[in-house]
């Protein structure tokens, strides 16, 4: 290895061309039935909808949750949604690692001449889970249509980042989780608590929850960061926690430190494995 | 048998410790987040619903002990039952000298039993440790009597779930794919079940459309009978209304397989 900064970037591009290749397998495949492809897509729209009527029942009875107004929570509603439908979207797959792990179809992968992260996160890409990101898009789309914000070059490059720096963030989420399953085969659920739970606690205000489990996703696992904190900036609003103010706008910082963590589980996931050789 | 089926099925599902400890995290994980936004909820509206802040938490605890025991997330054990359908393996059962849906009754009763024990305590525990839940008040007698109204409630509600979850594995017969059928039939559940929010809470014409359908006998009348929503008369009339949806719905499933295993040897012939 005479120039390793060369062959991570060689490294780095074929598992890209991999994965696009992959993904245009399996688009083909959803597309070779339509009206399979369509009714999926729909009901995956219909499945998140479904948050948001509990959240507008919620607003039958109250004007206010937390402090926070009806197109307030719609914004955190639909930040969370596009976010994770599109990490979901993108390496979402690869939750299935503990099934392959069990019957033993993760030793086909391993020796494919194809970086294998790039394999599983391609694996039975499904574009019907653009569902949940078209149906989020549309309650943001009415969330700031009724907000009434000042926007500025500041603001709308905040939401730019919002929206690249969340999905990076749950994705490495997914990752992460995926690792954890060479260890504990059986344990895709937890996964689900961080993936799906995470993103139905980021539907609510932070001041809904309490101080230590906001901490927690600030320090901890931080999807504080995907669209709690930018939002205080975007919306105008006082911290909760009277954190420094420059993490309104650490969501990058936050991002790459998750990209790393997931990084170095994943490394350690893979070394760890050990085929059952049957 | 159908006593020994239902303790293998209990067995079967007792070997996967590594998922059960990961659903409970889950159950309970969400749990809090659910608890949380009633609270905020429950701090600007006291009494909503005619549930006090309490009854409301005692409420979602209820629901993420009953999530897995009911299996509305998913099909239970009627998993295998839909795969047998779709390859073709459920000709070679219907020459079994066994009622198919007693069998599969029995198996879903045993991982349903299994899964009230193993994801039920953790998080109502956990619940009970977190916040200010209600148990049932009123003297020894009284709460006694909530006690066995709440446990044969229970069981009632383990077998309407099945029942209609029986009738979306049969889907299979003519769709082959079910997914559709039990994303909406997740979606209906969970939502006129109470399971999201108390029905209480929703719009009327929605509310009384929840009362009438077969999904609060799941979720929402074991979850009221608890919290002591009924009266002594109401609580057998509640009772009364998920017995007869059991046998409602275990008949419907009934006709339907007729029809399904006719379609059967059609297809075999």
Redesign the interface.
Known sequence: MADPAGSATVTVLRSLRAYGLIVRMWTRAALAYPA?FW??TF?NM??SV?DF??IA??F???G???GWTLPQVAFLYGTSGITLGLADLLVGSMDQLGVRVRDGSIDTVLVRPVPALAQLAADRFALRRLGRVVQSGAVLGWSLAHLGLAWTPEKLLVMVSLVLCGTVIFGAVFVGGSAFQFF???????Q??FTY?GA??LQ?PP????KD?VRGTVYGVPLAFVNWLPALYVLGRSDPLGLPGWFRFAAPLAALACVAAAGLLWRAGIRSYRSTGS | MYAAVCARSFRRYAT????T???V??NT??G??IA??Y???WQ??PH?GGYDLSAALTYVWIGQAMFAFIAVGGQGALDDLQNRITNGDVAVDLFRPVDLQGWWLSVDLGRAGYQLFANGLVPMLTGALCFHLRLPQGGAVQEAGVWAAFALSLALAAVVSFALRYLVALTAFWLL?V??VQ??Y??FC??FGGF??PIT???PLLEGLAGVLPFVAVFQVPADLFLQRYDAPGALAALGVQLAWAVVLLGAGRLVQGRAVLKVVVQGG
């Open positions: 399979s009714m999926t009901g219909a499945a479904m009527v509990v029942v919620i039958l009875h109250t206010a949750l937390g504990v085969a059986d344990a895709a659920e937890v689900n608590s739970g139905t606690m609510y001041t809904v929850f309490a489990i | 996967y410790r590594a998922a400890w990961a659903r995290v889950t994980a969400f809090f987040i949380y936004t609270q905020a909820l600007v509206r909503l794919d997914r559709g994303l909406v997740y979606l969970s939502f999201f929010l809470l929703f719009p």
